[in-house]
């Protein structure tokens, strides 16, 4: 026994060994509430062994790396969608930005560090973006950005009025003025970023536009985008646009995505054959689903819940799912609907399927609606970064000698597949 510990220490191995209290607790033969208070530091004591196992799991739980692979980043990640595609093609993640505690929560349980590793977290990203030397160098960049409007009102405008431009007047206070600064001073080989379709059309195309001018005209980059739907990987439409952008020119075309040819799957391959009751409506919310949409019907407007069976394809999960689950609604019979369950959304998703191993939910039913609703399509994303793949490669070859982890990583694609 020792009389005292380091409390962070122990906070810091649970979350590289992607452990939760429960799971924690079972392990080193505890109660929950003793290992609360030793990640609190309220124990007065800790047996060293105890410490020790928990950096036993936790090395070896870490994944393996590839020690040649190509370096990325991954800002605004969310609980890493963007990630676990480019560690299949060969890429090692050297940073994250993630403000979000719960989101950081679920990351770290599914994305540990060995500890001896020299990846580092970020909260909020704006002071990396006033001094982007403390981002580590990197090949590709990625970036999940939320949408802010700009404080001018269009490059086209500005050039009209004879008015100087450039992004640190069009994007300063924005998050994507952030990325930029981290562009501009690393400027890696390549980046992947991503956004709700409505960036094309927010504050009537100068968003997108200023974008688009920053990345190709102030930055150099040659730059590329495709609004993609998901329903051909999951039982979802989800539509997102996703700019992918290379330093030099190459022949990358998002037209020559690899898209899953015939039906897409149907919600029935992702939902559970059994789920607690607790997802069912209550009477009073049900009831209340219901007259609200009457209202709106007699109004005219499509306002109101949606419900699905096995055979339907859902609408697109959003941020606020937890409030009421009325956007996704199953059908059960001789009941009242349910809600998704967690592990239904993260199926949704694509971060698993049944049968494989399990994406690992830390967080209440609350945060995981939101991180859900927040994320962005695994397998769409596994298409394009097999897409990027041998743009990347080239790239790098460029300068040097590709490692052979890059070349030779693999990602399996639906077949048969065509040219979406």
């Known amino acids: 026994m020792v009389d005292s510990y380091d409390k962070s220490e122990f906070s810091d191995l649970m979350d590289r060994a992607g452990l939760g209290i429960a799971e924690t607790a079972d392990l080193l033969g505890v109660h929950d509430r003793t290992v609360r208070r030793y990640r609190n530091g309220e124990a007065r004591r800790i047996d060293r062994l105890k410490i020790e196992k928990l950096r036993d799991i936790a090395n070896g739980r870490c994944r393996d790396r590839q020690d040649g692979?190509?370096?990325?980043?991954?800002?605004?990640?969310?609980?890493?969608?963007?990630?676990r595609p480019f560690e299949?093609?060969?890429?090692?993640?050297?940073?994250?930005?993630?403000?979000?505690?719960?989101?950081?929560?679920?990351?770290?349980?599914?994305?540990?560090?060995p500890a001896d590793s020299d990846h580092e977290y970020a909260g909020d990203i704006r002071p990396y973006a006033a001094d982007p030397a403390l981002v580590p160098p990197h090949d590709v960049l990625l970036a999940g950005f939320p949408c802010q409007p700009f404080s001018i009102a269009g490059v086209?405008?500005?050039?009209?009025?004879?008015?100087?431009?450039?992004?640190?007047?069009?994007?300063?206070?924005?998050?994507?003025?952030?990325?930029?600064?981290i562009l501009r001073h690393h400027r890696p080989p390549a980046f992947?970023?991503?956004?709700?379709?409505?960036?094309?059309?927010?504050d009537g195309g100068r968003t997108f536009a200023t974008i688009?001018?920053?990345?190709?005209?102030?930055?150099?980059?040659?730059?590329?985008?495709?609004?993609?739907d998901s329903s051909p990987w999951v039982p979802q439409k989800r539509e997102r646009i996703f700019i992918a952008g290379f330093r030099q020119e190459t022949d990358f075309d998002f037209g020559e995505l690899a898209v899953p040819a015939g039906p897409g799957p149907t919600l029935g391959s992702i939902l559970e054959p059994k789920v607690d009751p607790k997802y069912t409506l209550t009477a009073h919310l049900w009831n209340y689903l219901k007259e609200y949409k009457k209202k709106h019907s007699r109004a005219g407007n499509g306002f109101?819940?949606?419900?699905?069976?096995?055979?339907?394809?859902?609408?697109?999960?959003?941020?606020?799912?937890?409030?009421?689950?009325?956007?996704?609604?199953?059908?059960?019979?001789?009941?009242?609907?349910?809600?998704?369950t967690p592990r239904e959304c993260a199926r949704l998703m694509g971060f698993e399927k049944p049968g494989e191993e399990a994406f690992r939910i830390p967080v209440s039913d609350t945060q995981a609606y939101r991180q859900f609703g927040n994320a962005v399509v695994v397998p769409v994303v596994r298409a394009?970064?097999?897409?990027?793949?041998?743009?990347?490669?080239?790239?790098?070859?460029?300068?040097g000698e590709v490692p052979l982890a890059v070349q030779q990583a693999d990602i399996p694609m639906p077949e048969p597949t065509i040219a979406g």
């Open 156 to 181: 086209s405008k500005k050039n009209a009025l004879g008015r100087p431009h450039g992004f640190l007047c069009d994007t300063q206070g924005t998050l994507f003025y952030d990325l930029a600064e």
């Open 304 to 340: 109101g819940y949606s419900l699905f069976g096995p055979d339907d394809v859902t609408r697109t999960l959003s941020a606020r799912y937890y409030k009421d689950g009325s956007e996704i609604l199953i059908r059960q019979r001789g009941r009242r609907p349910r809600r998704l």
């Open 212 to 228: 688009m001018h920053v990345l190709r005209d102030e930055l150099g980059y040659s730059v590329s985008a495709r609004v993609i």
């Open 192 to 202: 992947l970023l991503e956004n709700v379709r409505n960036l094309e059309r927010h």
């Open 69 to 83: 692979g190509f370096r990325f980043i991954d800002l605004f990640a969310g609980v890493g969608g963007l990630r």
């Open 88 to 113: 299949e093609i060969g890429g090692r993640c050297v940073f994250t930005s993630e403000w979000d505690r719960f989101c950081k929560e679920t990351y770290t349980a599914n994305f540990p560090e």
């Open 384 to 399: 394009v970064a097999q897409l990027m793949k041998p743009h990347i490669v080239e790239l790098l070859a460029r300068e």
